[in-house]
């Protein structure tokens, strides 16, 4: 067997394979013996089947096949071998006259080349990397949901401005029939607060679903519709009162701050706050640092300038799919799909060259830190070495989970590099300004 290339340009090249009959004689002879032991053709005894009417029934296939693993196997090697970056498969050309009643058969594959370029993480304009402050109001407001959250429910007869109110919205014509709770310091909308306030149990009144509460993700929870829906609604519903209690805020005390963070680890409402300050920004950081990924990543595409072997890649997505497409489709895919690949290309030159590696023991730890939030979230503070060692050991058997992680895990490494090399501008905001200023 010989295998040759053919440099096109910088960008594409074509493999030429040349097999001789000795590449692949001897194992179709031994595939074919084996077929005539087992043969069960009528007319002859098992085993006694004449070898040429073996090689004419099955000949041609084995022959195919063989050939066909032949290919396949010292492609990839010498792929491999002479470090070729390429970019998708090696596409087969057409050739035209090919007979596989020949002894020795030439095939040619086209390949694209990935381009060589340098990545320059000092970007030319500095990349905004928000740190987001937990201020005085946000601290306060979650103290007065907290104390709302553990405090008690007190009924009443009338609904005041205050109050939770249960109750069931209906509008036959859009479906809408769904049990709820209202407070009435969220609702947005004046006649409701007017229709709604001094109401009693068993009263029914009407309320317009357009602007009703102060936050939209409010609506559809109450109506018991989808998100898409709420934002078009724009109808009367009926609201049946069932129940109206007022919620007394819990004291804020030792055995509230025993329940919310453990015994004894915090002792003051001062300590409260600072600890409601820490965690939140610490929940901010990932956001912040989720858009400063997002920042990098695109001012990296915009900047790192290569070309791609365009032809090549649209041949190549219009034969490699479940179903072949068309030449308009596999063009239009390319065009969806090319941001994509430009970064996958300059992530890979990022994590080459600055030796980027996800170690087993550092997955581990990672998945153990992964478990360990988790379990917070549901009470489990303190879980001991031993419980996390055990999960984690679980976890690491799952390939779908030790992929997903790695690939978190080195996204964490892709951010630490960036936030050390990158050209960053610091600036500290508020969360609401974070959320006007980075997504405006």
């Given at each position: 067997?010989?295998?040759?290339?053919?440099q096109?340009?910088?960008?594409?090249?074509?493999?030429?394979v040349a097999?001789?009959?000795?590449d692949?004689?001897?194992?179709?002879?031994?595939?074919?013996?084996?077929?005539?032991?087992?043969?069960n053709?009528?007319?002859f005894?098992?085993?006694?089947?004449?070898?040429?009417?073996?090689?004419?029934?099955?000949?041609?296939?084995?022959?195919?096949?063989?050939?066909?693993?032949?290919?396949?196997d010292?492609?990839?090697?010498?792929?491999?071998?002479?470090?070729l970056?390429?970019?998708?498969?090696?596409?087969?050309?057409?050739?035209d006259?090919?007979?596989?009643?020949?002894?020795?058969?030439?095939?040619?594959?086209?390949?694209?080349?990935?381009?060589?370029?340098?990545?320059?993480?000092k970007?030319?304009?500095?990349?905004?990397q928000?740190?987001?402050?937990?201020?005085?109001?946000?601290?306060?407001?979650?103290?007065?949901?907290?104390?709302?959250?553990?405090?008690?429910?007190?009924?009443?007869?009338?609904?005041?401005?205050?109050?939770?109110?249960?109750?069931?919205?209906?509008?036959?014509?859009?479906?809408?029939?769904?049990k709820?709770?209202?407070?009435l310091d969220?609702?947005?909308?004046?006649?409701?607060?007017?229709?709604l306030?001094?109401?009693?149990?068993?009263?029914?009144v009407?309320?317009?679903?357009?602007?009703?509460?102060?936050?939209d993700?409010?609506?559809?929870?109450?109506l018991?519709?989808?998100?898409?829906?709420?934002?078009k609604?724009?109808?009367?519903?009926?609201?049946?009162?069932?129940?109206?209690?007022?919620?007394?805020?819990?004291?804020?005390?030792?055995?509230?701050f025993?329940?919310?963070?453990?015994?004894?680890?915090?002792?003051?409402e001062?300590?409260?706050?600072?600890?409601?300050?820490?965690d939140?920004?610490?929940?901010?950081?990932?956001?912040?640092?989720?858009?400063?990924?997002?920042?990098?990543?695109?001012?990296?595409?915009?900047e790192?300038?290569?070309?791609?072997?365009?032809?090549?890649?649209?041949?190549?997505?219009?034969?490699?799919?479940?179903?072949?497409?068309?030449?308009?489709?596999?063009s239009?895919?390319?065009?969806?799909?090319?941001?994509?690949?430009?970064?996958?290309l300059?992530?890979?030159?990022?994590?080459?060259?600055?030796?980027?590696?996800v170690?087993?023991?550092?997955?581990?730890?990672?998945?153990?830190?992964?478990?360990?939030?988790?379990?917070?979230?549901?009470?489990?503070l303190?879980?001991?070495?031993?419980?996390?060692?055990?999960?984690?050991?679980?976890?690491m058997?799952?390939?779908?989970?030790?992929?997903?992680?790695?690939?978190?895990?080195?996204?964490?490494?892709?951010?630490?590099?960036?936030?050390?090399?990158?050209?960053?501008?610091?600036?500290?905001?508020?969360?609401d300004?974070?959320?006007?200023?980075?997504?405006?």
């Amino acid at each position: 067997m010989n295998i040759t290339k053919e440099q096109i340009d910088d960008l594409n090249a074509v493999v030429k394979v040349a097999i001789t009959k000795d590449d692949y004689q001897e194992k179709v002879d031994t595939i074919l013996k084996d077929y005539r032991k087992q043969a069960n053709i009528p007319g002859f005894r098992k085993g006694q089947v004449p070898m040429g009417l073996i090689k004419k029934q099955y000949g041609k296939a084995v022959l195919v096949d063989e050939v066909n693993k032949l290919l396949q196997d010292n492609l990839n090697k010498y792929l491999t071998e002479e470090k070729l970056d390429v970019l998708g498969n090696p596409l087969p050309k057409q050739q035209d006259g090919f007979d596989w009643d020949n002894d020795e058969f030439a095939f040619e594959f086209e390949l694209g080349l990935a381009p060589d370029f340098k990545v320059n993480l000092k970007t030319k304009k500095a990349i905004t990397q928000y740190k987001i402050v937990a201020d005085k109001k946000m601290v306060d407001e979650q103290v007065e949901r907290i104390q709302k959250q553990y405090g008690k429910l007190i009924s009443k007869t009338e609904a005041g401005k205050t109050d939770e109110v249960s109750g069931v919205f209906k509008n036959e014509a859009e479906e809408i029939d769904n049990k709820t709770t209202i407070e009435l310091d969220k609702i947005k909308s004046k006649k409701a607060i007017d229709v709604l306030v001094g109401k009693k149990v068993g009263d029914v009144v009407s309320i317009k679903t357009k602007g009703l509460f102060k936050e939209d993700y409010l609506l559809p929870s109450a109506l018991g519709i989808t998100k898409e829906k709420a934002e078009k609604l724009n109808v009367e519903v009926s609201f049946t009162i069932e129940e109206i209690n007022e919620r007394e805020s819990a004291e804020l005390n030792q055995e509230l701050f025993d329940k919310l963070f453990g015994e004894g680890n915090i002792k003051s409402e001062k300590e409260l706050k600072a600890r409601i300050k820490e965690d939140s920004e610490k929940q901010f950081e990932q956001q912040a640092d989720q858009k400063l990924l997002n920042d990098i990543t695109e001012r990296l595409i915009d900047e790192t300038k290569f070309e791609l072997p365009t032809e090549f890649l649209k041949k190549w997505i219009q034969v490699s799919g479940e179903n072949p497409l068309s030449e308009d489709e596999a063009s239009e895919e390319y065009e969806k799909s090319e941001k994509g690949l430009r970064y996958q290309l300059i992530e890979g030159r990022i994590i080459n060259e600055n030796d980027l590696q996800v170690q087993f023991d550092e997955l581990k730890e990672f998945a153990k830190g992964f478990i360990k939030s988790q379990m917070a979230q549901y009470g489990h503070l303190s879980p001991t070495e031993e419980e996390l060692e055990n999960v984690a050991t679980r976890v690491m058997g799952n390939q779908e989970e030790v992929k997903r992680m790695s690939e978190q895990l080195m996204s964490q490494k892709l951010l630490d590099l960036y936030k050390e090399k990158a050209n960053l501008k610091v600036k500290e905001v508020s969360y609401d300004n974070f959320i006007k200023d980075a997504y405006k």
